[in-house]
């Protein structure tokens, strides 16, 4: 079923990524850094995540807070968990490995399709302040941009719409990861890379197996495809559906 946003809204959040981790007691960074540190050795090193970039925005980013408080417990479990209106937030593992994908560095561009609880945004945000995201949820998009700004992600700018058909007037894009399913890859979201851009997706229904793919664009504008992993993603809803 298709859900219709009334137009599209644009909100940003209005202060950027900044933390001070030596700053007030009360930083989240304090809270269970131990856990997030057996979750990189344990869940994430050991399956081969190795960009430093990648591991420090994992140690950094405290993901019980991008959940809801009956599940926050299981934050650092090896597995995803319910956020609400049939979404879920990714396992850590998919999180960093997708993010590991993009070879995404400082400075560049990156576009998120399926904000969610606003957890990858935030992994995303710990390594380039030029984040924008789109969710097709409203209620799901507020909540994520309440605990982005709490968390002093500030930069990051969220938009409530369907992404199937991207963010063009942003594009073009270093980088893309699209957090839910679609069963054909989106054209706009190939059109959106820039020139060397990497496009990391899920493709495929829901119960019929899914590829984790990474789409790159070369700096002649020639495509190619890899297979990265085989996956199990919310389906991606709005437009996708319709084709």
Not at 124 to 138: G, K, M, Q, Y
Not at 169 to 181: K, L, N, Q, W, Y
Not at 206 to 234: M, N, P, S, Y
Request: proline fraction near 8%.
């Amino acid at each position: 079923m298709r859900i219709d946003v009334p137009g599209w809204l644009l909100f940003a959040v209005l202060v950027g990524c900044t933390h001070d981790p030596g700053g007030a007691s009360d930083d989240p960074r304090r809270h269970r850094g131990g856990e997030r540190e057996a979750m990189v050795s344990r869940q994430l090193e050991i399956r081969g995540v190795s960009d430093p970039l990648v591991l420090e925005a994992m140690r950094n980013v405290p993901r019980e807070r991008f959940m809801p408080a009956d599940v926050a417990h299981l934050a650092y479990v090896d597995g995803a968990q319910p956020i609400g209106y049939e979404q879920t937030i990714s396992q850590p593992y998919i999180v960093a490995r997708m993010t590991e994908a993009l070879r995404l560095r400082p400075g560049e561009r990156v576009l998120e399709v399926g904000t969610g609880s606003g957890y990858q945004a935030a992994v995303l945000a710990e390594i380039t302040p030029h984040v924008f995201s789109i969710e097709i949820l409203e209620p799901l998009a507020t909540r994520a941009q309440a605990t982005l700004r709490a968390l002093g992600y500030e930069s990051v700018v969220c938009r409530i719409g369907d992404g199937y058909q991207g963010w063009p007037e942003e594009a073009p894009f270093d980088a893309i990861i699209v957090t839910a399913a679609p069963d054909h890859l989106p054209p706009a979201l190939i059109e959106q890379l820039a020139p060397g851009g990497r496009l990391c997706i899920p493709v495929g229904k829901q119960h019929a197996g899914q590829e984790l793919l990474l789409i790159e664009k070369d700096a002649a504008g020639e495509v190619t495809e890899r297979l990265l992993d085989l996956v199990r993603f919310v389906p991606m809803t709005g437009e996708a559906q319709d084709g």
